[in-house]
């Protein structure tokens, strides 16, 4: 995983998948507070540019529960409406997707 945006609350990262060939995002936060929100805006305003800089227009995200789905389309991903993914472990999944 490159890791795009970290503190010591919540990361922003990307790998490269390959059946897909496109990357996608994992992120995570260990607590949420008004200040780490605020933090992890921008945060992945750093992680946009730092992927546009890199030639990457965009990047999905999956998602395993509404709340999750929720929470990505909070912070600008668009939901893929009507697709569901199936990960590793057989689990359905959203589809969102960032532009940067």
Not at 32 to 57: A, C, H, M, R, V
Not at 68 to 92: C, H, S, V, W, Y
């Amino acid at each position: 995983m490159v890791i795009l945006w970290e503190n010591k609350d919540a990361f922003i990262g990307v790998t490269y998948d390959k059946n897909q060939k496109a990357w996608q995002m994992h992120a995570d936060c260990k607590e949420w507070t008004p200040s780490i929100f605020k933090q992890y805006k921008k945060g992945l305003e750093y992680s946009k540019k730092k992927l546009k800089d890199n030639g990457i227009n965009f990047v999905y995200a999956l998602c395993e529960t509404e709340k999750t789905r929720k929470f990505n389309e909070m912070f600008g991903l668009k939901t893929i409406p009507n697709q569901i993914a199936i990960d590793e472990d057989g689990i359905e999944n959203y589809i969102t997707i960032l532009e940067t």
